[in-house]
C-alpha cells in the first residue's frame, strides 16, 4: 500500500464520519502530516481522477477513487486480522499502521486465504475504534 | 510492500520474516491439500509433471521456511508453527478450493509470484534502510535473495508446465 493509498484510506473514513467532504486539517490529523503534504497529495489524487477537492470544504472521492479506497481499507482489515488472530499481536492496530506501508495486495490476498472476514468486509470497519467491529481479540473470547 | 519503504529495526524485520514464513506455510499447506483434495481416480490422471511440482513445492516451502525460521530465532522472536497455519488453511481450504488441475496451478503460480514480490520488496526495503539487525546484514540479504531466485525459478517452472498443457 502506498502514501496516495494511505490518503484514499484517510479520506473515505474522513467522509464516513463527517458525512461530507474531508477537510485539510483533518486529513492532517488523522494521518499525522502537516496540511501542506495533504494538499500537495489531494493535488496528485485530483491529476489521477480520484479526488475531488473545493476550496474551503474539502476533498471527495470519485467513483474510481471510493473503489480503491474500499480495497485499501480491506487490505488494511486483512492485515489487522491476521496479526491479531493468527500473530496473537497485542498491539496488532500500531503494527498494522507500521505494516500497511510495506505490505502488498497481492501478499494481502494470500493471507487472506488463512483468515476469516465478513463478506460485508470494509462495511464493518469501525473507524472509531480502528479495527473491524466483528473483530474478537485474542483474550476476549466468550 | 512499495519500494521506498524500509524496515526501522529487528522488531519490524522479525514481522516481516513471520510474514515469510506464514507465505511459505500456505503454499506448502495448499500443495497437499491440491492432492489430498482429489480422488483416486483423480489422482491417478494427474499428470506426473503436476504431481512432482506440487511435491517440489512443499519441499522447497519447508526448506525457505527453515531458513527463515534460522533468521528469526537470531532476532530474538518466535516464528508461526506449520501446525496453526496448516489448521487455518484446511478450515478456508473449502472456499478457496481450485475447481481442476488448471486451477490448481493458477493457485500455484498465484503463491509463488507472491513470495517472490514479497522477497523483492522486502530486500529492497532493507538495503534502503540504515537501521542495526540482530542479525548479520550480509548474511541476511544473501539468504533473501537466494531464496528470491528460487521463487523465481518455481514461477518459471509453474509458468512452462501452463504452457505445455495448453
Known sequence: ?142 | MSLGQRVADDHQLARLLQIGVVLEEVVEARAAQHYRSLSDEEQAAMDDALADLLEHAAEESAEHRERLEALIDELDAESVPFEEVEQLVAAKYGQTKPEDFDDILYDQLHGEETAYKFYDDLIAAIEDSDAEFGVDRDRLLETLRAIRAEEEDGVQDVADLMEEGA
Open chain 1, 1 to 142: 500500500m502506498n502514501t496516495a493509498d494511505q490518503y484514499l484510506k484517510a479520506i473515505y473514513l474522513v467522509q464516513l464520519a463527517e458525512d461530507g467532504p474531508a477537510a485539510t486539517g483533518t486529513l492532517a490529523d488523522a494521518l499525522d502530516v502537516s496540511p501542506a503534504s495533504v494538499n500537495e497529495m489531494i493535488g496528485k489524487l485530483e491529476e489521477r481522477e480520484l479526488v475531488e477537492h473545493e476550496k474551503y470544504k474539502g476533498a471527495t472521492l470519485t467513483e474510481a477513487g471510493i473503489e480503491r479506497a474500499r480495497e485499501v481499507l480491506q487490505t488494511y482489515c486483512i492485515i489487522e486480522r491476521f496479526l491479531c488472530n493468527v500473530l496473537e499481536v497485542e498491539d496488532f492496530r500500531g503494527e498494522a499502521k507500521a505494516l500497511e506501508a510495506v505490505i502488498d495486495d497481492t501478499v494481502a490476498e494470500r493471507l487472506d486465504t488463512i483468515i476469516d472476514r465478513r463478506p460485508e468486509c470494509p462495511d464493518c470497519f469501525d473507524a472509531e475504534d480502528d479495527a473491524c467491529a466483528f473483530l474478537q481479540e485474542p483474550g476476549t473470547a466468550d
